[in-house]
């Protein structure tokens, strides 16, 4: 027995110095520097911004099908046939038509090409095909859509030196993403920086019109389906006016290698860009055929921003001009650096607390939990005498563990977390007061002191189990369910919980062996 | 010290009493949910824009709705925030915009108005945005059907485990006065019109769990007992199981009672409507372990009697896996 319990008393110390260890680290700079560098603080109680957003990766799948439908029509240039999108419902459908009775196996030979591997090909009536994506290259380019805007928006974000963002895929939804901006309670300006496509695209220019209803007088078949009709805005108001445009782009997102803020001759700020070398050549090759002829637009998602005409050929660099502040041509330029998003976002929820009301939460927190502890610890106390003491110890033990646990394992404390911590409090001491009703019982069948706990924390320890294993149940699927603060609760209950199977039963036990070892055997006296 | 030195109280003999106020409370909140206030939710589950406003001084609702009003912001509510403890006593208001405000596309935009408003209209004393809640008719669906899973899925694991290291009807006993008690706190929620938020449904599975574990308390006993004397009559044994936890009843459910009433008092507003949920949910939690669950064991019993063949003994299953 003796040797039993100091190898048990060993355990206890060795658990306490390990999760003392987990709640301070090394400590220096002071106990609270090490305190606020260990726990990891939500953005509740340390102030913030919160924002989930879901990616369009729709858009996404549409433009691949577009570059498939560009690339197809040049390749099928000599076979007569022609690619087209004729469903907006449904971007990863490309429909060829046209094509003579003799160039139908050419058109077939270059549709089922290996570049067109991601695509099923059924034949539609005598010489048509319709090329479907596969649900699984679908798929792939959404996923690739929702990490490339992931990547992208931590580009931007760091950028903007925002401190420790943490932006990834959340789970509540499809192709949504989370955004934790610590420090950020003014989340305007950086929602516009994230939420911004930056989709910027040079198209020719097929017509202009005043307005939308002018535009549908002059195309009474409604928009061809390789144009589109895109609204005017030059960034300084002024008359409505809407733009035919070629639906394929001339040079698109990726071409852009660099963007800069710079002025104009007027000391206006506008953007300066680059292109790459292989864009370029295309782009020289394009203005070089239209020059003093044709018009270009350039378009930053999917308005006109600027119309000009093509006055000679052009290579690898180009300016926006008109209508923007300092601010914006630099947000602007920033953005195109860290390139266009793949798709449209949009936001589906911003939360932001001030660091004032953080602070205020963690007080209220702290003073919470520090008057339901000393509550439970003197009402233990007069209620159970000496056994009291025990189930105190074991209480403060399972908080030690409780944060040092969080310490180790970098899991967040929230407020809501901070109510899990409390309610920790009240039903840590349940099992011990389980246990000591039991061994009052024992006790009063006459048993002797030794005996009495022994079968009191045998008869308890059922109990305990099954009431733990429940709480535990809700605690778990509160976590796999919840989002974001909710969760930081079910963390702190469930490690709670899971501490307190240790800290009231082997704990409690070890002290009460401890004090029996000192009494006479047979004696039926406990403070109890 | 001791609270109850033997106590022997017939439990079961008050259970129409029991059932009178069972009733009378869930009908009444089932009456406020369907007649009156149905379920009030937050601005997490309906959508919308919170935006929590602290003011220099105090504030008046009056100025505020009227500076609201001269810049067109379309039905606000306005609402003022009781600090019990804390430093700030009184002077917050949390302006609520309708989910109109919170479109998947311009999120900021409700926010930005109450500030300008508020700047321009409001001059009675300097404010400051502490917190601002957005959320979209999107995430709020999201939102929705993540709590209701997490509430069915978490009744549903305990009936399992319940039913796996008891009997069914164990489970079902325990799982129906957890119902209850969800019912009468929800109840609660819908008589006083306090908003039910994510947090609120966090505390109401958190009252599952105890609910379930004083429940489970009383019924260790009766399985307990019923393993040591099967000639009892049921009504006696289960009398006697509760009778003799009572003391754990009664100091466990007190003590955390205070730890949350602690909660109540210091823990701040944020935190008001979780810690409300948890005052009411462990009374009647600790309440329904002794006045719905385990009548509803001697009420099965009895029916099973009923339906038994004469003169055919009918005992209550005592449970598998009982350690001795």
Known sequence: MGRNLASRTGAIIAVLVIFIYGIFGVPYGGLKASLERRINLGLDLKGGTHLVLQVHVIEAVNSETDRDVQALNTALASTGATAAKLDPNHPEVITISGGSEAQQSAIHDIITGSEYAGYDVT????????????????????????????????????????????????????????????????????ENIIQSTAKLEIHAVVGSYGSMAEAQQANPGGIPPEDELLPGNNGEGGPDQYYLLKRLAIVSGTDFRDAQPSTDENGRPDITF???????????????????TGQMAIVLDNQVREVAGIESAIRDQGRITGGFTEQQAEDLSLMLRTGSLPASISYLETRTVGPTLGAASIHEGVVASISGLLVVMICMLIYYRGAGVNANLALILNLLILLGFMGFSGATLTLPGIAGVILTIGMGVDSNVLIFERV?????LGKTAAAAVQDGFGHAWTTIFDTHVTTIVSAAILFLFGSGPVKGFAVTLTIGLMANIFTAVFVSRTIFDFLLTKKPRGTMELSI | ?????????????????????????????????????????????????????????????????????????????IERISDVGGEMVGNKVIISLPLSSAQDTAHDQGRSEVEQALSAGYHDSGFRVVAVDIVGPTAGKQLTHEAELATLYSLLGMLIYLWFRFEL??????????????????????????????????????????????TIVVFDRIRENLALSRRDKLPDLVNRSINQTLSRTVMSSGLTFLTVLCLFVFGGEVLRGFSFALVVGITIGTYSSIAVAAPMLVAYQEWRAKRAPVGKRVALPAAKGVRR
Not at chain 1, 276 to 286: I, L, P, Q, V, W
Not at chain 2, 67 to 72: D, G, K, N
Not at chain 2, 196 to 214: E, F, H, K, P, Q
């Open chain 1, 123 to 190: 034949s539609t009536g005598v010489s048509g095909y319709k090329m479907t994506m596969r649900p699984t290259e679908v798929a792939a380019v959404e996923e690739r859509a929702l990490d490339t805007s992931i990547d992208t928006i931590r580009q931007r974000v760091n950028t903007l030196g925002v401190s420790e963002p943490q932006i990834e895929k959340y789970g509540l939804g499809d192709n949504e993403i989370l955004v934790q901006l610590p420090g950020v309670s003014d989340p305007g300006r950086v």
């Open chain 1, 274 to 292: 680059d292109l790459t070398t292989e864009a370029g050549d295309r782009f020289y090759k394009y203005t070089d055929a239209n020059k003093g």
């Open chain 1, 440 to 444: 009052r019982e024992e006790l009063k």
């Open chain 2, 1 to 77: 010290m001791e609270l109850f030195r033997s106590a022997n109280i017939d439990w079961l003999g008050k259970k129409w009493y029991f059932l009178g106020f069972s009733l009378i409370f869930s009908v009444a909140g089932l009456c406020s949910i369907f007649f009156w206030h149905g379920i009030p939710t937050g601005v997490d589950f309906k959508g919308g824009t919170d935006i929590t406003v602290q003011f220099n001084s105090t504030p008046h609702e009056d100025a505020i709705r009227r500076a609201l009003s001269q810049a067109q912001i379309k039905d606000p509510t």
């Open chain 2, 169 to 214: 009807i164990y489970g079902v006993a325990a799982v129906v006065a957890v119902f209850h008690d969800t019912l009468i706190t929800i109840g609660f929620f819908s008589l006083t019109n306090q908003e039910i938020t994510l947090t609120v449904v966090a505390a109401l599975l958190t009252l599952v769990g105890y609910s379930m574990n004083d």
